[in-house]
């Protein structure tokens, strides 16, 4: 039996398409609310030391990856118009914030299958002078025993360095002044690196006293690797466009 060529492509195409469908961005934002699940309005007095988001995501207070070994319960708050999660009552010795990610303390966002993230949106950044901070504050992520950091650089500047790449310079959402939030959001901060866990940390920077940063978790947007399915769709879409091409000649 015969087909057309016509026909052939269309069902290939609509067989990709339904592929690319299959795989749709998955996204949740503590100030907007989408996609919180049993993470919305969480706050210390549930003590819960983890939740999970309505599109996958389970947020924990870890350290190195082992449940519960800080101690200290996931907590949300609110600064000029901004929504995060922290960590609130961490037996830290460090005289971190409350409700915020520092020095000592760690929240690891995990996933049940390796996903390419898109975005992440970390918020409550500043620089020196603000909200008492004495130093430039930094995040730091860690995947697959990689580190990338977030550096703040001004007012509504901050530098993204994912393992010893050079940094790439973000501009805030939101300013790391006393007016704002301190809100950056990383693009592609992986690169094509598939995920199933991120780490959420602090550094100790130099300095007397006061030299930890803290901050905490505003957002994170996902999306599941293509099937192989798909990438082979596409392959036979070009070979039958090629022959397609060849028999007109």
Known sequence: ???STKAILSGLFASSALAVASAPAQAF?????ENVGACAGISYTDGLDTCTTADGFTLTV?????DGSLGGFLSTKTVNGVTALGVFGDPSPNEGTLEEIDFGEEITATLE??????????AFLFQPGEFGDVVFEVAQLTVNGLIGTLAITGDNT?????DGSDPVELIALSESTEEGSGLYRILNPFGDLAVDAIAFSSVELAGDSFRFSDYSLAGI???DVPEPGL???LG????ALYAARRRRA
């Open 158 to 162: 901050a530098a993204w360095s994912f």
């Open 236 to 239: 036979v879409v070009g070979s």
């Open 1 to 3: 039996m015969k087909f």
């Open 29 to 33: 934002n503590f100030t907007t609310g």
């Open 231 to 233: 990438m082979l769709g």
């Open 113 to 122: 299958t390796a996903q390419i993230i898109k975005y992440i949106d970390l």
């Open 221 to 223: 947007q996902a999306a």
């Open 62 to 66: 870890t350290q190195d990856g082992e």
